[in-house]
T-cell receptor, first 112, second 111 residues
Framework: NAGVTQTPKFQVLKTGQSMTLQCAQD?????MSWYRQDPGMGLRLIHY???????DQGEVPNGYNVSRSTTEDFPLRLLSAAPSQTSVYFC???????????FGPGTRLTVL | GQQLNQSPQSMFIQEGEDVSMNCTSS?????WLWYKQDPGEGPVLLIA?????ELTSNGRLTAQFGITRKDSFLNISASIPSDVGIYFC???????????FGTGTSLTVIP
């Protein structure tokens, strides 16, 4: 099993550009989530999904969109990047929000 | 939103010393999870706690689920250099589907 994979690993954007961060898991987990981690801080939940076709907002959803058309994939979209979105983004999956979450390697995003 | 406060924020200890850290929340949690994050990596689960009062060990690590369900504790015995990293508590509150991480405790072990 590959576990949770994320692409790209690094990305530099200009303010106003759009992009999609990809996340995929092969563990048949229903629960998937996106976090951002800023320097010296913990992870903050952006959006999560409890199953295909179901998504909901987390703690810091503004500026991000998600969709969940399959169990395996959970992409995160930035429609108009802003410098405040410079961060490390982690995708995770689990069997329910009360269980161990398995994390991807992260995407390091810089918005100029 | 929910806030999980961890203390201490950072620790500098000698190799071989024991370490204690804790995590408190403003609301009741159903599950407490302790993660470790190495530089440039995603967090990795160390210990999971599912019941108030539960005490669970994983090698040199021991964690406890506080009886109020609003706190948890992690102890590391006889620290070694590879214990260096950031330790996070995390979990879901007893309502909703969200998941929260603590502010983290950064551990440095001096050989």
């Amino acid at each position: 099993n590959a576990g949770v994979t994320q692409t790209p690993k690094f990305q530099v954007l200009k303010t106003g550009q759009s992009m999609t961060l990809q996340c995929a898991q092969d563990m048949n987990h229903e629960y998937m989530s996106w976090y951002r981690q800023d320097p010296g801080m913990g992870l903050r939940l952006i959006h999560y999904s409890v199953g295909a076709g179901i998504t909901d907002q987390g703690e810091v959803p503004n500026g991000y969109n998600v969709s969940r058309s399959t169990t395996e994939d959970f992409p995160l979209r930035l429609l108009s990047a802003a410098p405040s979105q410079t961060s490390v983004y982690f995708c995770a999956s689990s069997n329910g929000n009360y269980n161990e979450q398995f994390f991807g390697p992260g995407t390091r995003l810089t918005v100029l | 939103g929910q806030q999980l406060n961890q203390s201490p924020q950072s620790m500098f200890i000698q190799e071989g010393e024991d370490v204690s850290m804790n995590c408190t929340s403003s609301s009741i949690f159903n599950t407490w999870l302790w993660y470790k994050q190495d530089p440039g990596e995603g967090p990795v689960l160390l210990i999971a706690l599912y019941k108030a009062g539960e005490l669970t060990s994983n090698g040199r690590l021991t964690a406890q689920f506080g009886i109020t369900r609003k706190d948890s504790f992690l102890n590391i015995s006889a620290s070694i250099p590879s214990d260096v990293g950031i330790y996070f508590c995390a979990g879901p509150p007893n309502t909703g589907n969200q998941f929260y991480f603590g502010t983290g405790t950064s551990l440095t072990v001096i050989p």
